[in-house]
């Protein structure tokens, strides 16, 4: 268990530099002139050259490379070419803005994709079955946008309830931040509750068809109590890995979501940051979500030997 | 259960009535995040669009584009056009509370004169110098007449921002812009809203309606408008020309709509490198025929559900220089056939260029199969906006649907695209006897010379037609109606002095 952790803290260092070098090599290779899309509409040469220079813009790659490492090593991420302000602050803004996105999507993907999940498995063949598979095919191709001009429209043009979109920070007001995050949560939370909803299903499937399951039957054993205290645990062990990677993607940012919502997120930060080349601002949030998404899958494995008894020898 | 819904439809409704925020503050939606916020290197409307808030100019635009005082009172011109002193605005004082007066003026016009990476030198390239007579009067000295400056110092160029400020936080300036306008900047989170409040010491802070102003940047436009009609936001702008009727059917919303300074069109490639080597770079006779294969209506309404203004020339008509005696001429497809044929051709290929924007690639797509019905074979090519704009630059294209802003005055647009040597002409047009008449304009004070210089002008470019105007974009914004005192002005920026709460 602890060489495991250690192997994988050990990784986790250069994976990450790995991504980063990665990250700055394809944004490099993306057509188009930075410092054109900066100087604004009259684009005068003189300035375009200022900037071509200040942001090394002409310098070779491996050179703005190891200009940007340093300034990070130091804790400096840089300034964001477009607003000029410091994107360790706007990093600073958006990662808890972005973990309570993906922390209350997953609630949701929870609350919805486990029960149904099991009762489906428990009741396959039945009408609440083929219920909870149409479920998952709608909340697998039902786009994220659709759905959520859909709510707005619904709950709040028509009906008034939820605030149509913004973001309320919870030191301004908990209430508030939660109804914020009511509709964006749903709709990424439908999203990830399908898939978890079939997985848990078919684990669940191959669980009640095991040897012990059927002794547990022929003690006597009441039904509620082998789904709850046998099936359910041996079934859950792909889930939680699952789970945990995607949460892992949660955190990535969801671009259509945040857009609908005008969540201030990683997801729209870093598409514009892209659209912008502001190279500094991509690869601040590209690196902090290839550290937490490194992280999830350690979370993961680590569970996953936790919750599986044979593989802690 | 029913109880328990019954409940928590309460509970929402109850936490949802206490999300309206207090009567004071204006919501106000943007489309884009704004870029740098000082003047001197912004660079995007969103940006102008919360300067209108944050800093005043020296002089300001009215609806019908006319130069109208803002932090100068009044100005006049010397006998032989080449020095202008303004009478500056007695009592005013920067968000920090110091003083504006005539040094801070020839601060702010040599800061953007100098700064390296300032967007406004080639706005304020004129002015030789700044002279500060007394406290409240000003002289600018210009190296040759150029009636179009006070147009330029309308826009950013004339905004003055704290000289104080802006030596202490030179490099963070932009992170906390400090000006003299109506509202005091508060806080930005980027890419979230930028709050502003009101600033007491306002010049004419009596007619300032609102307490605090919130610009949230909400990208898309179907879902600004509908927190707008929600009564999550108070005010969005541009809002789609296909979501008008939605704004016109809600008896709570307000639209707001004018005529703006902007203008599409399809430049052609005739000068500038290999590209320029085609039937339609070559042949001037050939883009008029282009231009009868299209019917600009037609691309108006079927793109832009006929909101936006169809027009044949890059400066808009809600300009006192625009020339309405050069109409647009109607479709007519026989007409292009026979001056293909007189041409020596049948089917004319040629490569539209345009970023791929929803607007732009329907346009495009119309255009197409309108020309390919007067015998143009069109291609279409989309790019992202950045690779499009390098292309552009280098004049990497046979023909481009351009997008300008426009300007208060025409002097800027049409020296930028077909003087020879203009910023934007990376289609290479280039005519010796426009370049001396579009010369000759800016030096010329007197309106209706002026003016005709504009017509000869206009003659000229629309005979080359190295470029094919389209059409101006209008101005839409939808509002609560609870949001008082708006008015539309053809750059398209909300002005907050005279806007309030009404009941």
Same mark, same amino acid.
């Given at each position: 268990m602890k060489t495991l952790l250690l192997r994988r803290l050990a990784v986790l260092l250069p994976t990450l530099l790995l991504v980063s070098m990665m990250v700055f090599g394809l944004l490099k290779l993306l057509p188009g002139d930075p410092a054109l899309a900066l100087a604004?509409?009259?684009?005068?040469p003189e300035v375009v050259e200022y900037l071509r220079q200040k942001y090394r813009f002409n310098d070779p790659i491996p050179v703005q490379y190891a200009v940007w490492l340093k300034a990070l090593v130091h804790g400096d991420f840089g !300034?964001?070419?477009? !607003?000029?302000?410091?994107i360790g602050t706007m990093l600073a803004e958006k990662l808890p803005v972005t973990v309570e996105l993906a922390i209350l999507s997953m609630l949701v993907a929870l609350l919805v994709g486990l029960p149904i999940g099991i009762f489906a498995a428990l009741g396959r063949g039945t009408p609440f079955d083929y219920g909870a598979s149409l479920f998952g095919l709608a909340g697998l191709s039902i786009p994220h946008f659709w759905l959520g001009i859909m709510l707005i429209l619904l709950f709040s043009v028509n009906l008034g309830w939820l605030p149509a979109g913004g973001f309320v920070p919870p030191s301004e007001s908990v209430g508030r931040n939660l109804l914020s995050m009511l509709m964006p949560s749903l709709v990424l939370g439908t999203g990830t509750a399908a898939i978890m909803m079939r997985h848990v299903r078919s684990a669940m499937i191959e669980a009640m068809k095991q040897d012990y399951v059927r002794t547990a039957r022929a003690k006597g054993v009441r039904e509620s109590t082998i789904v709850l205290r046998h099936a359910l645990p041996n079934a859950l062990i792909p889930v939680v890995t699952l789970g945990t990677l995607q949460f892992g993607e949660l955190l990535a940012g969801a671009v259509l979501t945040e857009q609908v919502f005008s969540i201030p997120g990683f997801g729209k930060m870093v598409v514009d940051g892209v659209f912008s080349r502001d190279y500094a601002v991509v690869q601040a949030v590209v690196l902090c979500t290839a550290a937490v998404f490194l992280l999830m899958s350690l979370i993961a494995d680590v569970a996953y030997v936790l919750l599986n008894p044979r593989l802690r020898s | 259960m029913k109880r328990t819904g019954t409940a928590l439809a309460a509970i929402l409704m109850i936490a949802s009535g206490l999300v309206s925020a207090s009567a004071a503050t204006l919501r106000v939606g943007i489309q884009d995040d704004p870029d740098a916020l000082d003047p001197a290197l912004s660079g995007t409307y969103s940006g102008r669009f919360v300067f209108a808030a944050l800093c005043d100019k020296l002089v300001d635009i009215s609806p019908d584009l006319k130069i109208v005082p803002q932090l100068a009172e009044a100005w006049e011109w010397s006998a032989d056009g080449k020095s202008i002193t303004f009478m500056l605005r007695k009592n005013v004082t920067f968000h920090d509370g110091t003083a504006f007066d005539a040094a801070a003026v020839k601060f702010n016009i040599e800061r953007m004169k100098t700064?390296?990476?300032?967007?406004?030198k080639a706005e304020l390239a004129p002015i030789a110098s700044v002279e500060a007579l007394a406290a409240d009067k000003v002289k600018f000295n210009l190296s040759e007449p150029f009636v179009p400056l006070l147009a330029n110092l309308s826009d950013r160029a004339g905004m003055m921002v704290s000289p104080k400020a802006a030596t202490e936080k030179a490099g963070e300036f932009a992170a906390a812009p400090v000006c003299a306008g109506p509202y005091q900047f508060a806080e930005r989170k980027s890419r979230d809203l930028i709050r502003v409040k009101k600033? #007491?010491?306002?010049?004419?802070? $009596?007619?300032?309606?609102?307490d605090e102003v919130v610009y949230y940047y909400v990208p898309d436009s179907t879902v600004r408008l509908s927190r707008v009609r929600a009564g999550d936001l108070d005010l969005a702008e541009r809002i789609a020309p296909t979501d008008l009727k939605t704004v016109r059917d809600d008896p709570n919303l307000a639209l707001h709509s004018g005529q703006g300074l902007a203008v599409s069109h399809l430049m052609f490639n005739v000068g500038a490198g290999a590209k320029a080597d085609t039937p339609l770079g070559k042949n001037s006779t050939l883009r008029q025929a282009f231009e009868l294969a299209i019917d600009r209506n037609v691309i108006n309404r079927v793109a832009f559900n006929g909101e936006f203004l169809a027009d044949n020339?890059?400066?808009? #008509?809600?300009?006192?220089?625009?020339?309405? $005696?050069r109409k647009a001429p109607a479709r007519d497809v026989g007409k292009a056939k026979a001056m293909i044929a007189a041409a020596g051709m049948t089917r004319v290929p040629v490569e539209i260029q345009y970023e791929n924007t929803a607007g732009d690639s329907r346009v495009a797509q119309i255009i197409q199969s309108m020309a390919g019905e007067a015998g143009f074979d069109v291609k279409l090519l989309p790019m992202e906006t950045t690779t499009a704009i390098e292309r552009y630059m280098n004049g990497n294209f046979e023909a481009y649907i351009g997008n300008w802003s426009g300007r208060a005055d025409p002097d800027p647009t049409l020296v930028a695209f077909f003087s020879c040597a203009g910023s934007q002409n990376v289609n290479k047009y280039c005519n010796k006897d426009l370049d001396a008449i579009l010369n000759q304009a800016r030096g010329e004070a007197d309106e209706a010379k002026r003016k005709a210089l504009y017509a000869k002008a206009t003659d000229i470019y629309l005979t080359a037609l190295s470029s094919i105007p389209l059409h101006h974009p209008n101005w839409f914004f939808a509002a609560r109606k609870s949001v008082g005192g708006i008015v539309m002005v053809p750059d398209g920026l909300l002005r907050l002095v005279g806007v309030g709460p009404v009941n």
């Open positions: 604004g509409e009259e684009r005068n !300034t964001s070419v477009r !607003t000029r302000l410091p | 700064m390296p990476d300032s967007k406004r600033y #007491p010491g306002y010049w004419n802070a $009596a007619r300032v309606g609102y020339q890059m400066i808009p #008509p809600s300009s006192p220089f625009y020339d309405s $005696a």
